[in-house]
């Protein structure tokens, strides 16, 4: 259950000019609930690779530290599609509950 204080309402959320309002469908809704889980999970490896040190064969460097971090955003984007960690499920649900009442 969605916690009334958190609702998302209010003149601050109304549409302008030229804004979207975002997913409307439940494909829109499905896409975004699993980018949030591609892009928790690469947090997440991010910080469980953050104390791994550079490999002293290839040298590491700036360009170890810049592909690590693109390497850990790719592993996120697989989680995310094959959504294991269950939040886009969730995230989802609770997106289309919103929907309902707005």
């Not at 896409?31 to 949030?36: G, I, P, R, S, Y």
């Not at 996120?76 to 269950?86: F, Q």
Request: hydrophobic content about 40%; glycine content about 12%; overall charge negative.
């Amino acid at each position: 259950m969605i916690d009334p204080s958190l609702q998302a309402t209010g003149p601050s959320l109304r549409q302008g000019p030229g804004m979207s309002t975002g997913p409307r469908d439940s494909a829109g809704i499905a896409k975004v609930a699993e980018d949030f889980e591609s892009f928790f999970a690469g947090l997440v490896f991010d910080q469980m690779s953050s104390d791994i040190e550079p490999d002293p064969v290839t040298g590491g460097g700036e360009g170890e530290a810049m592909f690590k971090s693109l390497l850990n955003q790719e592993f996120g984007k697989a989680v995310g599609r094959s959504r294991s960690l269950g939040i886009a499920d969730i995230v989802q649900k609770q997106l289309m509950q919103i929907q309902e009442v707005a």
